[in-house]
Nanobody, 123 residues
Framework: QLHLVESGGGLVHPGGSLRLSCAET????????LGWYRQAPGKQRELVAT???????TYVDSVAGRFAISRDNALNRMYLQMTNLQPEDTAVYYC?????????????????WGQGTQVTVSS
């Protein structure tokens, strides 16, 4: 069964940076599309960044230019480098996988949702 674990969250001031990690246990990691989602208090979970098996990346407008998603297929890991963080980025961040980016976009993910990692941006 596919299992993903998020880490790297924390408390930062506005303008600060964090790097989130996602570790996956499973075979065929390099073939999967991967995505970072976030859920702020009182809001629905939203997909903020994706990376295809071929390394093509997409971002929601609110994070484009500030966040960078990447993957290391040798380590079965995915990352989200977040810069110029703002209070509106405060949320629990989750990672998940699917066979295609389109499936990530509709929430048809391959693994159960984990605990996520809390990111808090506050002065």
């Amino acid at each position: 069964q596919l299992h993903l674990v998020e880490s790297g969250g924390g408390l930062v001031h506005p303008g600060g940076s964090l790097r989130l990690s996602c570790a996956e246990t499973g075979s065929d990691f390099s073939l999967r599309a991967l995505g970072w989602y976030r859920q702020a208090p009182g809001k629905q979970r939203e997909l903020v960044a994706t990376i295809s098996g071929g390394g093509i990346t997409t971002y929601v407008d609110s994070v484009a230019g500030r966040f960078a998603i990447s993957r290391d297929n040798a380590l079965n890991r995915m990352y989200l480098q977040m810069t110029n963080l703002q209070p509106e980025d405060t949320a629990v961040y989750y990672c998940n996988a699917a066979s295609t980016v389109s499936l990530l976009r509709v929430g048809a993910v391959s693994a159960s949702w984990g605990q996520g990692t809390q990111v808090t941006v506050s002065s």
